[in-house]
Nanobody, 114 residues
Framework: VQLQASGGGLVQAGGSLRLSCAAS????????LDWYRQAPGKERELVAS???????NYRDSVKGRFTISRDNVKRTMYLQMNGLEPEDMAVYYC?????????WGQGTQVTVSS
């Protein structure tokens, strides 16, 4: 199983970024897909999830600003991030839990300048 994340970068506060995560070696369409983030000195936290039935959930601090989505044909998950704030600055990881194992992408850095 491989998860390849991309799309991070430097953006000014209020700006937007779109993260992507391409998956291989997994039955993509049957799984819940997640985005996590980890800021320096903090624990990794769940940002958003989308189920196999396309139901999405978000942590309160990103509701209304972030949108998680999936493309089962391309085997890719996305995180559209709008209205970015300095507090969103972190390394973002895509994640799938499958067959009792956790699989993580390599992480992509999101930097927000104020």
């Amino acid at each position: 199983v491989q998860l390849q994340a991309s799309g991070g970068g430097l953006v000014q506060a209020g700006g937007s970024l779109r993260l992507s995560c391409a998956a291989s070696g997994i039955n993509f369409r049957l799984n819940t897909l997640d985005w996590y983030r980890q800021a320096p000195g903090k624990e990794r936290e769940l940002v958003a999830s989308v189920t196999s039935g396309n139901s999405a959930n978000y942590r309160d601090s990103v509701k209304g600003r972030f949108t998680i989505s999936r493309d089962n044909v391309k085997r890719t998950m996305y995180l559209q991030m709008n209205g970015l704030e300095p507090e969103d600055m972190a390394v973002y990881y895509c994640h799938i839990f499958w067959r009792d194992r956790h699989y993580w992408g390599q992480g992509t850095q999101v930097t927000v300048s104020s």
